[in-house]
């Protein structure tokens, strides 16, 4: 037996794929997975929600919102505001909804519309609006997500996607991908509920006062964080549209449907 | 602007960064090992036990190499996406075979320096240095030991 | 190419042996996989996945060491060893070498 020196072939023990098309590869796959779990995921809600029936609704979730502590209507803007919101739902002919308003302690004006039937407002929200038109606009804009059920929405999508990602993908170093492909894919959904709202919101108004003056009022306030980034990138991240973009679809709506947008605004009650 | 572009534009100049970096020294390290490779040809190095008959072995000692090699951020991340999906993982093959090629190469040119004139019974370990944060989940590098004993020839 | 993971191929004589090939490859299992193993961890048994995973990867590692061989002329490879060892939580690399050699 002898021995006879031989160098083995190049490259036998590597793939013979470049880092770069592997990665491109991996992550366009990745992408697409993530974006086709999300939109599956919003299918099965969409289906579900069907189901459920808003007095089972008030059912289970109002026991648990409708307890507000500090709640005492020493406010006079709160009855009037719930006035208000009475005479909104008046207009909503199918409303299948006992709704509440509550008042939250918070500084910064917001509004939520929580399963159950309670819109709450911040009081940040009443010492800012300058007149029950931009009020209606606010309160008109929740109802619509009460009419798209989109508050069942946000609550079913955010548990079956969060659910699934972390089962299939959790603890691995990629995770921030499928992450940042989920948040831009939801955007894009809670966008057109937003708008949609929006079209409700005005249309309430309209029925209310025949005039659309002053809805956009709130919206012209609102701290634009977005000032300095006027690229669609970072504004499509947030899930609220940009103000401008938003006031723009109001006044086209108002304009397609030729309401009035001038008129008398009817201040609130101090 | 600027937040948006410097919460994507990081990790992806990092990324490119380090991909450009691995590869040169990636480049640079096989170059030496082939030059190394082809200068210690002549020295037999093998894995069974008995040596053959025709040779006259009047020492022997074990020797070892071995090398503690560290994967970049690039390849990391590679083989982050590629356990999603399965299959090969290729940006570690490269390394791994560097690694193993290097401690080879370390045995031999100890045994050579030593004054032994071929490696018997030659084994491969590989084991994987866990990193101490993230709870031993990552990893620090790879280690690969070579080692085997090395005999010397009657003259 | 005959492989052997002895020292000699029993009724053949090695006539020249040219040193150690290695064949290696690095797998990583995927979430279906891992998912079916969780499962799995609760009642017990065989994981079915993992094994076909591993043979299929080994498999592949011993094809490359005999390309190897088969590249500096060698028709056969003794002493085969297998090592497998993990190289990320989720990814193992599995490893075979032997001596090159040709017998007739």
């Known amino acids: 037996m002898e021995y006879r020196p031989r160098t083995p ?15 491109v590869t991996l992550v366009l796959g990745i992408s697409l997975a993530v974006v086709v779990l999300v939109v599956a995921a919003f299918i099965v809600i969409e289906v579900v929600i069907r189901w459920v029936p808003p007095s089972f609704e008030s059912r289970v979730f109002g026991s648990l919102w409708s307890a507000d502590p500090g709640s005492e209507p020493e406010d006079p803007r709160q009855g009037a505001a719930a006035a208000l919101l009475g005479r909104l739902e008046s207009h909503w002919e199918e409303n299948p909804y006992q709704l509440r308003l509550a008042i939250m302690e918070e500084e910064s004006p917001n509004a939520f519309a929580v399963p159950g039937g309670t819109i709450y407002l911040t009081r940040g929200l009443l010492d800012s609006v300058e007149s029950e038109n931009e009020l209606a606009f606010v309160l008109g804009h929740e109802l619509g997500h009460f009419r798209n059920r989109d508050h069942l929405r946000g609550l079913g999508r955010g548990l079956i996607v969060s659910l699934t990602l972390s089962a299939l993908v959790g603890g691995s170093a990629a995770e921030s991908l499928p992450q940042v492909v989920t948040a831009l894919t939801e955007s894009g959904f809670a966008r057109e509920q937003e708008d949609d709202a929006d079209a409700f919101g005005i249309a309430l108004v309209q029925a209310e006062y025949g005039h659309v003056a002053g809805a956009d009022g709130f919206f012209k306030r609102l701290p634009d964080a977005n000032a300095d980034i006027a690229d669609e990138f970072a504004s499509y991240l947030a899930t609220h549209p940009v103000s401008e973009a938003r006031i723009e679809n109001l006044w086209s709506l108002a304009a397609e449907n030729r309401w009035r947008v001038t008129g008398e605004l009817t201040p609130l009650p101090r | 602007m600027t937040e948006a572009a410097i919460k994507l534009g990081f990790p992806l100049l990092l990324l490119f ?22 200068r210690s040809r002549r ?4 894995n069974f036990r008995t040596p053959p008959k025709s040779w006259q072995i009047v020492g022997a000692e074990m020797v070892a190499g071995n090398v503690v090699i560290s994967i970049d951020y690039f390849k990391r991340f590679i083989a982050g996406l590629r356990m999603i999906f399965g299959g090969r993982v290729a940006s570690y093959e490269s390394l791994l075979d560097r690694a193993r090629r290097e401690a080879i190469l370390r045995m031999k040119e100890t045994a050579f320096e030593r004054g032994y004139n071929a490696v018997i019974n030659v084994r491969i370990e590989t084991s994987r240095l866990a990193s101490s944060n993230r709870k031993g989940e990552g990893t620090a590098g790879v280690e690969i030991l070579a080692f085997g004993t090395a005999v010397k020839f009657a003259k | 190419m005959i492989l052997s993971n002895t020292e000699e191929i029993p009724g053949q004589t090695i006539r020249e042996f040219y040193g150690v090939v290695t064949g290696s490859t690095v797998r ?21 996945g993992y094994t076909e995973l591993l043979q299929e990867a080994r498999q592949e590692a011993l094809e490359r060491m005999s390309e190897q061989a088969r590249s500096i002329g060698a028709n056969a490879v003794v002493n085969v060893r297998f090592s497998t060892s993990s190289v990320a939580q989720g990814a193992a690399e599995l490893f075979a070498y032997g001596t090159a050699v040709k017998v007739d």
């Open chain 1, 9 to 23: 072939r190049e490259g036998v023990n590597v793939s013979a794929v470049h880092p770069l098309s592997e990665l």
């Open chain 2, 17 to 38: 960064g380090t991909y450009l970096i691995g590869s040169a020294v990636e480049k640079a390290h096989y170059r030496e090992i082939r030059i190394r490779e082809s």
């Open chain 2, 43 to 46: 020295f037999p190095t093998v």
């Open chain 3, 28 to 48: 990583a299992k995927h979430i279906g996989r891992d998912f079916m193993a969780s499962l799995k961890n609760l009642v017990g048994g065989e994981l079915k």
